[in-house]
């Protein structure tokens, strides 16, 4: 048998122990009477045994540090709820600061889009006279027999398509410049 009163099978052991050696003290007018009326071992007397006694004071010692937990939980609360309320409107903000972020890059994108249409616009201009020129020019060699009608057709069908689309987008381009209404589908 153990007699290490620290550890759990020791105080298995002791609580046998000191059960008999607390029956060993009362006298036999005590002992038939509990044995005739079990009752007469009430809560007093366990009450009085050492390891309710360690159990009760465990327990009081628990709730004690319960209760100065929960004391201290409850006098954090305020500036918990504080510390909440600051966060959810620093993320508001934070919020609302992406959107207007977000909303001056739309901005300042579609104006360098708008600022590079309008250098490209200069170029596409050009390219367009230079199509109608050529178109025009290739007309003249018709007229002056420089060139045969065949040869004409072919060249004249593709330069002046050619001509055609790049007139298009530049107007194109005049109207989204105007308007400021680009889609970007037809560059």
Request: glycine fraction near 6%; include cysteine.
């Amino acid at each position: 048998m153990s007699t290490g009163g620290g550890s759990r099978n020791g105080a298995k052991m002791d609580l046998p122990r000191a059960s008999f050696d607390r029956l060993n003290q009362l006298d036999t007018d005590e002992l038939k009477a509990i044995f005739h009326d079990p009752n007469r071992l009430d809560d007093s007397w366990i009450s009085e045994h050492p390891i309710y006694r360690n159990l009760k004071q465990s327990r009081d010692e628990l709730i004690a540090g319960n209760r100065s937990l929960a004391e201290f939980t409850l006098s954090r609360e305020d500036s918990l709820n504080e510390a909440r309320e600051k966060f959810v409107r620093s993320q508001n903000l934070l919020i609302q600061m992406k959107k207007e972020a977000e909303e001056q890059k739309r901005i300042y994108e579609s104006r360098q889009c708008g600022r590079a249409l309008g250098q490209v616009l200069p170029m596409l201009e050009t390219n367009s006279e230079i199509s109608q020129d050529t178109t025009d020019h290739l007309g003249q060699q018709l007229v002056s027999g420089a060139i045969g009608i065949d040869a004409f057709m072919v060249e004249f069908l593709s330069k002046s398509s050619e001509s055609h689309l790049r007139r298009v987008k530049v107007e194109k381009l005049r109207h989204y410049m105007a308007t400021g209404s680009f889609d970007g589908s037809t560059f």
